[in-house]
Every structure is written in structure tokens, then in C-alpha cells.
């Protein structure tokens, strides 16, 4: 690999309200290969890849394609010259059909108007190529299942005639049928001559597809290797740092607990067929697999969101709560810190104090009549219990950073003194030593007698911090580890169903 | 200066240029100025409490980020009943009926989630129909209650009875807003409402509780308006939606929800009622008042150059 | 293919066919049966909300309003009371400007949303304030002058076109026939659908339109041209109110700057929106369709003549069947599994 880069970034800096993404950047890619960005949530790579293919634009630095330098002003520039992403978001229309989302910004024309049965062989075509024929493009986007979504989404891209494919998480919700299918398609790309920016957090995906491996930590550029030149061990301790020991507090030996919830059998729609699981008091019992796999709607359920859930719930004498109103109160109490901070925690544009107590008011007056000195004594309260660093609390809650934020909506449930905490993936995109702050305060919470039922979808976070793990599968508990046996090894085997056996 | 404080200063200081004018136009012409003198700006709020009152409770239905179109009906109505029903039971007839409209106004947002855009539509569509129905689409004979008439016309401490109505309601919504759980509901609900549902805040009360604020004060505009004119009619109420709006607007209350201050709202009346006057003193046509109007709301937007709020 | 035609369209679906069930009780319960002649007048009574509510389709279908659709209308139909006489040149120019007027008011729409970024209901609203204040300069009282030839012609049958231009042997021509009971006012409004919105459709910007409402990050992401196709939406929303308008003025051979009138061809455009099935959120739905919903709303008024109904009932019934028709989505809303769909 003599030959120049295809692309190649230098001094690349990008800043979000204050806060660094990206430091210095340099990075390359060459012609033909397939090139691994590893990194955890929040090191940068969804920044790097947002920069290459034209959503945002860099601060300061500078970006070569072919030799060349560009800037591309927005997604269509960057695909223009052949730069092109499938985006971890989904970047489908869902109301319109799969053939017109294939071929979405230059659709085939014929006087001026978008040919629709020209529209219509070339989704076919490019669907045959990602092996969907059985996908009719005619089809509505709303309709199909996320696997199906993420395979037309490939299509689109390839019907783009990329120079640079990049793929952001491009195979979380994918088959394993579909996952070959992809391995496939990318190494007969990769002897096409077209570059390829693969970045998963499957290591295995990883190391079987990739020549090439970056690592980005904290918004910087680590290093650069060819494929075995690392061990897996040296890759772990350059993604997380030298922070690798102390990262997460010491569990207490393993005890008898009462139970605080005892559910048995759960289902809901396709996403919870039969789940089982037992709660104790004081305990952090820890939920992971695959994303997908019904962890999700297995918190939503227990906080009473989902209708038609069935199955024995035995919550403190209680059933299943009917509303998150009834969740929150009565005995034990549940709080949920729900999956996306921005549209589901938090209302961004309102002050800290604001959101510190929107899910207290019975704290902070008498009869819905607001006492200024006992909501003042909450927030107050709120702030120093997380140690979140914040100008006022009059300011948006948005100018705090992805941590703070956090902290947050933590605090706003700790306001109402719940008995059992549901987390769903608290620590996703937050700085290191924040989340070294939120796994303290769990385990205080622990030992204070809380009972905290956490999803996480970082099995590292899983091995250190959870009492017992619970795998989930398509459904189920596939898995219970409990001590010494929670390991990467077993919460991955259990994650894709292949019986490693104990 | 606070960004939520910049349209509150900037149309405070569009009402004096207004003011300014209007005085500058009178002084060259006729050589009075009336605007200046405290029983004509009296008058003139007077006339404008009864858009004041309208604005206070659409306003609360605004932040949560819906709206109601039902305003005019409701008014109408409320003022028909009461004329109709007539004695001591007047006012609390209307009353109930703005309560009664509110509710289902409510039920139809919140429970079943139909757009309130096009359920207060709806709403006002067959409340209209109601009063052209029975009244047989002439005006009413019924007369304004001696107590509607007092509570519109008359004055205490040389003050219109009116503006103190007007004033109570803006007491009121203005504790509601910055003092109770309720006022937080409402813009934790407009900013996003899915946090505020897994938040565990009462969805359906709240914003059924907005709508009937709303309805309510317009119903009671509605009585005040009747006894201002000394009886009700069809139509009385189609004046008072879209300035009703535009007041809350222009007051620097996001119309997609979620921020906004009572102050703010009031500005904004009193520069649309402001605006009215000296536009009538000019002896400006309708056709350029209209033009004025369009103008004015769009150049003040631009100049808050409040963006779209982000979405997806 | 009929199938999932009909499936994904469901909500069309429904308001064709409760348009047919109504039109044809209508026709039966009819003293006279179907006649042409009521045909026609039913076709002129329909053809200008049908045109206002194609003009907002556009802007909601990428989950805006605009509030200014009545009043353009009313503009442009105060400016064809003045021009819509003369020679055929001078008619033709006359038509053309009209069309101009509400097109470039729409795209002044357009500008103001998209550059000043003000809400587009916010924003029209007040344009449709200074397009009523701009009708009543040009009408402060209702009159005008319309060619009398154009105006018979443009509200009858073909035949009547034919015959009145003495076109295809005065409407005598052997291959004008099988059309010449099809009322004008149907063929002006299926033309323009047709020769403009269907096109329009099939470009990139209108699909861009469809595709900010589904999804508009999506729609950024995927390089389709966001402000290009806002810009169209409301440019367009401009032009088929201009329709409406110039219609209006044949109709009536008249030019009145009512203010009442243009609120309630506003308010009733977004009532037929909803009726066609075309989502206010955006994304899903047409223009066909709202013409479906403006007949629906027409054919109910209908019903009032021939089943003497008391007229003084009429909006009290209209409003109904608008609440009842919009609560009948709500099953929807109880069929939800996880709540946290009902809110955004």
C-alpha cells in the first residue's frame, strides 16, 4: 500500500457548544481497503465520518480526497465525489417506497420527470446485489423490519457508485444470513478498488473484515495498525486509556437479597417472548445482548409504558404499573433514565432548574402551588448530589455537556426517591470520567438499599459494575452470570445464541 | 439581555414608536394629542381588554404547543347564553359553557389526539352552527344583564370595571404560569412531550386544562363584549382569533410551544390595540390597516429572528 | 398489485369511497335524477375549494400550513375582475397575470419561511393579511368585468365551450362527443392536476416535499434539496389558489375582497386536506386526495337542498361530520402499544 491516500485528514478540530469532539485529526485511508475506526461512544468516530461525508463541517484542519482538497458543505457534496455514508441513524424516507429511496436525490429521468420503471429495474438490480431479491421495491419503507431497512440502505449506498463507503454501525440490526451477505459484498468492493470505512463495536466483525485499524480515543487519533499486528488486549487498553483499572468501584461480595421485583413470563408483541427475572434489593442487576433483543421494551414495560404486556409482575405486592404516573408513585417506586437523553430525558431548551424537577412537582410545592424556597432547596440539592457543573441553573439545560446532561436526568429521578432504578444505556456518548462518576453513584445507590435493573450496551461496563448479568435473546433470558462468571467471553457467546456453554 | 427578554424589549419599544407616530400625526394635523391623555389610552384599553382576555387563555393552549380556533364561537356563544338566560344566573351560565367547550375541546387534543389545528376547527365550525341555528341567523333580541353591563362599561376609581377584569385574569395566568406545577406541565408539555410523559407528568389533564383556560376566558370576553355593546350577535366573536394569536406571537411566545411569558403577551396586546387606535385616528383604510397588520408581524418575527425549532 | 395499491393508500381509499356512496344517494335521492345541467352546477360549486385545498396539500404535506390560501385566492380574484376582458390576447394575458399574482405571493411565502425561518403558520398568517388588504384596494366594493363568452363557456359543458368559440364544428365535431356533457369547470380542474401536480410530483423537489414531511433529517442526510422544495411548496400553494381565484372570477364575474369568505376557504381547504387522508404531520398523502375531500365537503352542502334540510342547520351539520370524519382516526390512538408513539 505505496500508493497515495484516497482520503486524508490533517489537523482535523471540531467543537459542539464548547465541548471537543474532535482534536487535531489526522487520519488517511487507502484505495482498496477495508479500514476498522474503533473507539468507544463518544472518542470521535461519529464525528470523524459526520466531517467526511458533509453533515457537519470542521472547524479547523484540512481534508484531501484523491489529493485534492475539498470541503464539502453538505451530504450531497460529499457524495458527489463519491463519498458515501450509511448512517447509523437511518438516512430512509419511511412513507416513501423502497425504489424511491434507492435511488432518492438522482433518480433515472426521462424529459425531466423521475422514470419510474427505470426507478424500479435499478432498485431491483441493486437490491439483487445485496441478495434482497425477494424484497419488492415497491414496497413503503414503514413497512419492512430494521434488518430489511439496513439492507436497502447498503443498496442505496452502492447505488451511489461510492469512491469511499463508509459504515456506521451498518450491521447492529442485521441477520446473520445478511451480516455474510455484507462480508461478501465489501470484499468484492474492496478488490473494485473502492475504499471502505468500517466502523462496529462487534470486534469480531472487526478483525474478520478489516486490513486496516484506527483507534480514537477522547476525540483524538490514537494509532494506526495493519490488521494482527495488535492483540486484542493491546487494541481494549488503546481504546480505553490508561484509566483500565480503576475505571469502576468495588463490588460487594455476593449476597442473599430480598427480592424487590419478581417478574415471570413477560411478553409483548414480538419483542418480549417469556422474560424471567428477579430483582433483589440493593442489587444492580445488569441486562445486556445484542442491541434489539427486547432489553428496551423490557424497561419500558416495567416503568408502564407498553399496553398488553402479559405475564406475572410481583412489584412490592404490586402489579405491573399501568402509566409512568403510577410508576413513579406509590410502593416501590421505579424511576427509568430512558434511552435517548435529548428527546426522551430532557427538554432541552428549558433551564437546568426546570428539568431538575419535572418529575417531582409534589417536592417542590403544596397542591400544585410552587414554594420558591423548597423548589430552590431541590435543585439546589439536585446539583450537588451529582456534582453537575453548570453555570446557573437558569441556564438551557442544552448548553450543559453530553455528562452533565446526564446527571441531569439522573437527578431529576433521584428527586423523587424511587426504590428501583431502570437504566437504559445511561453511560452512551459520555465523557470517561463522568462515567466513572455515574457507576460510583450507582453502586452508592446499591448499597443505600436501591435496587438498579441496568442495560447497558458496553459488555465492559456490564463485567464491571453488575452483581448478576442477565444476556437477552430475541426475547428471552438466555443467560444468567452471576460473580466470577461474568465475562466477555460468556456475555458475548450468550449475546449471539452460541451456547458456550457453562 | 436574556434571548427570552429580546422580543418583550423589542415590542415594548415598537409600542412607543407607535405611540410617537400616532402623537406626531395629531400634533401636525390638529394640533391635539390625544393619545397621550389618560382617559383616551383608557378608553382605548378598555376596548382592547377584551382581546387581552382572549390572548391570556389562548396563550396557555399555545404553549403547549396546539392551538384554538374555537375562540370565536366560543365567544359568540358564551355571549348569546348569556343574554339569553339573562337575571343572576347569566354569567355563570356563559361560564359553564366555556368550560363545557373547553372540555371536549381537550378531550378531542389530548385523548384523542386528533390535531388540535383541525378539532377546534371542528369545534367552532358546529358551535357556530349552534347560534346561526337558533338564532335563525338574526341578531338576538335579548338584552345584556344590568351586571354585564355594569362590569363592562363601568368604572371605579375612574377606572373601567373591564380592565379590572382583564387585570385579575392576568394575575391569575401569570401565577398559574411561573408559580404552580401546573404553569411547568404546560411547557414541559410544548417543549417535548415525550419527556414530559416518561417524566411522569399528567398529559391529558394539563393540556385539558389549557383548552379550558382558554375557552373559558374567551367565553368571558364573551360576556364582557355583550355588555360593552349592550347585547350579543352573530359574528362578535371572528374579530378576536387571529389578533388573539398574533398578540401571543408577537409577544415573544413560540407558536410550536414550549416558551413564552405572560409579559410578553401583554405587550403584544397592547401594541396590537395600540396600533388599532392610531391606525383609526390616521382614518387609514381597512384595506392598508390589513396591510399594516401583515407587515408589522412579519418585520417584528424577523427582527426576534427566532429560528425553527429543530426537528427530526 | 390492486391489493397493496389500496393498502398503502388506505386512507385515499376511504374518501373515494365515501365520496361515491355519498354522490351517488345524492343523485338518487334527486327529485330529477342525474341531470347534466345539475352536474354542471354541482362541478362550479366544487372547483374553488377544490382548488384551495390542492394549494394546501403542498405545504402540508412537509408538516406546514399556510394560512394565506383563502386570501390569495381572494386577490387574485379581485385582479382577474379587472383583466379577464378585452380581445382574446388581452383575456389570455389577463389569465397569465392572475396566475402570476398568487404564484409569486406564494413564493414570497416561500422566501419568508425559508430565509427569514419564521413558522410557516405564523408567517402566512400575516401574508394572508396583506393579500385580504390588497384585494380590498383593488374591490373596496364587489364588481368587475369578466368577458361574458369566457365566463359561459369556462362554467358549462364542453359542448358549450365548443359552441361558444365555434371550435370542433361548434361542438358538432364527431371526436368532441363522448365529451360534451363533461362540465368545464371538472376539466379545468382535472387539467391542472394533471399538467402541474402530478408532474410536480414526480420531480425530485416534490419528492423532497414528501420526504421533509416523513423525515426530514433523513431527507438532509440523503442530499435531497430541503430549501429548494419548501421554496416549490409554497411557490405552488400560491399557484393553485390563483387557480381557485381566476375560477372564482368566472364563476361570479365578479371581484369581491371578502374577508369572511377567504377565512372560511382557508380554514375549509385544511378540513379537505384531512378528509383525503392526507396526514397533517406530514409526508403521507396528495393532492388528489384533497380534491376527493373538498367534493366530500361540497357534496354533504348538497344534501341540504334536495333533503330541505333547514339551511340555517347547514354549518352546524358540516362541522359535525367534520369532528365525526377526524375522531375516526382516533381508533388508531387507542390501538397503540407503546405510548411513547402518541407523543412526539
Sequence with gaps: MTDAPIIALRGITKSYAGIRALEGVDFAAHRGSVHGILGENGAGKSTLIKIISGVVQPDAGEMRLDGQPVRFASPSAATAEGVVCMFQELSLIPDLSVADNISIAAPPRRMGLIDRKAQLRRAEELLARVRCEDLDPRMMVRDLSLSRRQMVEIAKALGRDPRVLILDEATSALTAEDVQTVYDLLGRLKAEGVTVLFISHRMNEVEALCDRLSVFRNGRHIETFAKGERTDAEIVRLMIGREVTAKYPPKPAPTARPPVLKVEGMEWEDALKGVSLTLGKGEILGVGGLDGQGQKELLLALFGVLKGVRGRVDLGGRRLPSSPIAAKSGEPRVALIPEDRKTEGLMLPLSIADNLVTAAFDRIGRSGVIDPARLEAAVKDGIARLQIKLGHPSDPVRTLSGGNQQKVVIAKWLMTDPDIILMNDPTRGIDVGTKQEIFRMMRDLADGGKSILFYSSDYAELIGCADRVLVLYDGRVVRELEGDAISEEAIVGASLNIGTAA | MKTEDKPLVIAAGFTLVILLIGTGYMLSTSGTMPLLQPTYLLQQLQIGSFLGICAAGLMLVILTGHIDLSIPATLTGAAMIATAVGGPWAIPAALAFGLAVGLVNGAGTAVLRVPSMIFTLGMDTVLRGVTVAQTGGFAPQDQATPLMLTLAKGRFLGIPLALYAWAGVSILIAFLLARTTFGRALYAIGTRERAAYLSGIRIRPVIIGAFVASSLCAALAGVLLAGYSAKAYQGMGNAYLLPAIAAVVLGGTNVLGGSGRYAGTLIGVILIVLLNSVLSIMQMPEALRQIIYGVVIIAMLLIYGRGQRETG | ?344
Aim: neutral net charge.
Design chain 3, 1 to 344: 398489485m390492486m391489493g397493496r395499491l389500496i393498502a398503502q393508500n388506505r386512507a385515499f381509499a376511504g374518501a373515494l369511497a365515501l365520496f361515491a356512496a355519498l354522490f351517488v344517494t345524492y343523485n338518487l335521492l334527486h327529485p330529477r335524477g342525474f341531470s347534466s345541467a345539475v352536474f354542471v352546477q354541482n362541478a362550479n360549486e366544487a372547483v374553488a375549494i377544490a382548488f384551495v385545498a390542492m394549494a394546501q396539500t403542498v405545504p402540508v404535506l412537509m408538516r406546514g400550513l399556510d394560512l394565506s390560501v383563502g386570501a390569495v385566492m381572494t386577490l387574485s380574484a379581485c385582479v382577474a375582475s379587472y383583466l379577464l376582458t378585452g380581445s382574446g390576447l388581452e383575456i389570455s394575458m389577463g389569465i397569465l397575470a392572475v396566475l402570476a399574482t398568487g404564484t409569486a405571493f406564494g413564493l414570497m411565502n416561500g422566501l419568508i419561511v425559508v430565509h427569514g425561518r419564521l413558522q410557516p403558520i405564523i408567517a402566512t398568517l400575516a401574508t394572508g393579511a396583506i393579500a385580504i388588504g390588497l384585494a380590498l384596494i383593488l374591490r373596496p366594493q364587489p364588481g368587475g368585468n369578466v368577458d361574458g363568452d369566457l365566463s359561459w363557456a369556462m362554467t358549462n359543458t364542453v359542448w358549450d365551450l365548443a359552441d361558444t368559440y365555434g371550435i370542433a364544428g361548434g361542438g358538432e365535431a364527431w371526436w368532441i362527443r363522448p365529451f360534451a356533457d363533461i362540465p368545464m369547470p371538472l376539466v379545468l380542474l382535472f387539467g391542472v392536476a394533471l399538467l402541474v401536480w402530478l408532474p410536480f410530483k414526480r420531480t425530485v423537489t416534490g419528492r423532497t416535499v414528501y420526504a421533509i414531511g416523513s423525515a426530514e433529517g433523513a431527507a438532509y442526510v440523503s442530499g435531497l434539496p430541503i430549501n429548494r422544495a419548501k421554496l416549490a411548496a409554497f411557490t405552488l400553494a400560491g399557484f393553485f389558489s390563483a387557480c381557485a381565484g381566476l375560477y372564482l372570477a368566472l364563476q361570479t364575474s365578479t371581484g369581491n375582497a371578502d374577508t369572511v369568505q377567504a377565512g372560511a376557504y382557508t380554514l375549509n381547504s385544511i378540513a379537505a386536506v384531512v378528509l383525503g387522508g392526507t396526514a397533517l404531520a406530514g409526508g403521507i398523502g396528495g393532492a388528489i386526495a384533497s380534491i376527493i375531500g373538498a367534493l366530500i365537503l361540497r357534496v354533504i352542502s348538497f344534501y341540504f337542498r334536495i333533503l330541505d334540510i333547514e339551511p340555517l342547520l347547514q354549518p352546524l351539520i358540516e362541522g359535525l361530520v367534520l369532528l365525526l370524519a377526524v375522531s375516526a382516526g382516533a381508533w388508531r390512538t387507542f390501538a397503540v402499544k407503546n405510548r411513547l408513539e402518541l407523543f412526539r
